[in-house]
């Protein structure tokens, strides 16, 4: 198969697991609400609520379909580099906007749709910027070291900050903690994904493995507090965001699949990238259902 066949394929397969993204992401704020009493609700989850989901069908079905976009997520990665395959996952915020605004009957106005444009748009655009410049790198030791040094602070820093926060926690914190800590995930996947097609079976690949799940496990409790505080569109806007830029940091910075980039797809990166964020701010502060309860 052509390189350029390669990645159409990899982003079709990220596009696929970006709706299953969305309807797992509707399906387990429709059961965490009502585990809350509420579509939308502040404060966070406590660890019986936790528990009692895991007995809810439609939680389950939710589980099921971010499974389903986790394999597509996979399968893309092994085919393209990561800050092409990422930011797709954009796809999944219009998707979860709508569904969520049909669900709830709620009215999304012309500045929640502006909002939802211009992270589209920030995101849309990094990817037009990424295809046409990454490259594929080789994993060395001291690259996933650095990797899983600074994913294992960012792991003690977090526990720390939650623990100390006492639950006064909202719906923004939740999803810039799981944003970073599901971007490592991203990383890792792809270190491990190379590491296994370079036939690298060491230590290092078990710690890398292991390190991946404890990142899946906090960021998914840090997901099901989101849905607790926030409706599931921003907590989504906020991933496909937070998410990829990690990702995208480590893929730039450590992994090197940006190097042959010119100076303007270097513009280009960062310009994205600031309108995508410029448009999670404004939809957490414009959002209807946010609106709603702070009244």
């Known amino acids: 198969m052509l390189a350029d066949e390669t990645r159409i394929l990899a982003i079709a ?37 936790i528990m009692s989901l895991l007995s809810k069908p439609k939680w389950l079905v939710g589980m099921t379909m971010l499974g389903l976009a986790i394999v597509c997520q996979l399968a893309a990665l092994s085919l ?13 915020l219009i998707m979860t906007s709508l569904l969520n605004a049909r669900i709830y009957k709620v009215r999304l106005d012309l500045k929640t749709l502006g909002a939802i444009g211009i992270t589209t748009l920030g995101v849309a655009s990094f ?4 295809a046409g410049s990454a490259i594929e790198t080789q994993m060395s030791d001291a690259k996933l070291l650095i990797v899983v040094g600074i994913l294992v ?15 006064r926690v909202g719906p923004l914190n939740y999803i810039f903690g799981a944003g970073v800590l599901y971007g ?79 100076v303007l797809q270097i513009i280009g990166f960062t310009g994205s990238g600031i309108v995508a964020a410029v448009g999670v701010v404004m939809l957490a502060r414009v959002h209807p259902q946010l609106n709603d309860q702070e009244a």
């Open 153 to 167: 602070l960012l792991l003690a820093v977090f526990v720390l900050l939650f623990y100390f926060s006492k639950g």
């Open 80 to 92: 393209a580099p990561l800050i092409v395959v990422q930011p797709v996952g954009v796809i999944a």
């Open 184 to 262: 490592f995930v991203a990383s890792l996947a792809k270190v491990v994904l190379l590491r296994f097609q370079q036939q690298d079976f060491d230590w290092l690949t078990l710690l890398a493995l292991i390190s991946l799940l404890a990142a899946t496990a906090l960021g998914g409790w840090f997901v099901q507090n989101a849905y607790a505080s926030g409706p599931p569109d921003l907590v989504i806007a906020g991933l496909t965001v937070v998410d990829p830029a990690v990702a995208i940091a480590i893929a730039i910075v450590i992994l090197g699949e940006a190097s042959e980039a010119g």
């Open 127 to 130: 990817v037009f910027f990424a």
């Open 13 to 49: 397969l990220a596009v696929a697991g970006a709706v299953f993204l969305s309807l797992g992401a509707q399906f387990q704020n429709d059961a965490v609400a009502k585990e809350q009493g509420a579509p939308v609700k502040s404060g966070g989850l406590g660890i019986r609520q």
